[in-house]
């Protein structure tokens, strides 16, 4: 399988890591860790279902998964700005 291949493979709300580097990738230095944490979660959702190949749907999100998708985000910036 290309590598291609792998970025057109369908995402889900479980995919918390794929998730939050594809927000990172379109959202970049305009959130900051702490701005990250105060996202409001119907925010995150919206953004979350926009992402090309995304796959899951509303009624499957939970909060944990939400939870999860900040953290990795999180990761994510702070990984790109040391």
């Not at 995150?44 to 749907?57: D, Q, R, S, Y």
Request: charged letters at 35%; glycine letters at 4%.
């Amino acid at each position: 399988m290309a590598f291609k291949d792998i970025e057109d493979l369908p995402i889900y709300w479980n995919d918390h890591e794929d998730v939050a580097m594809r927000l990172y990738e379109k959202f970049g230095e305009e959130f900051s860790e702490g701005k990250i944490y105060r996202i409001r979660f119907t925010e995150l959702i919206e953004w979350v279902l926009e992402i090309p190949n995304f796959a899951g749907t509303r009624e499957d999100c939970s909060e944990g998964h939400l939870e999860q998708i900040q953290a990795k985000w999180v990761y994510e910036w702070r990984d790109n700005n040391k």
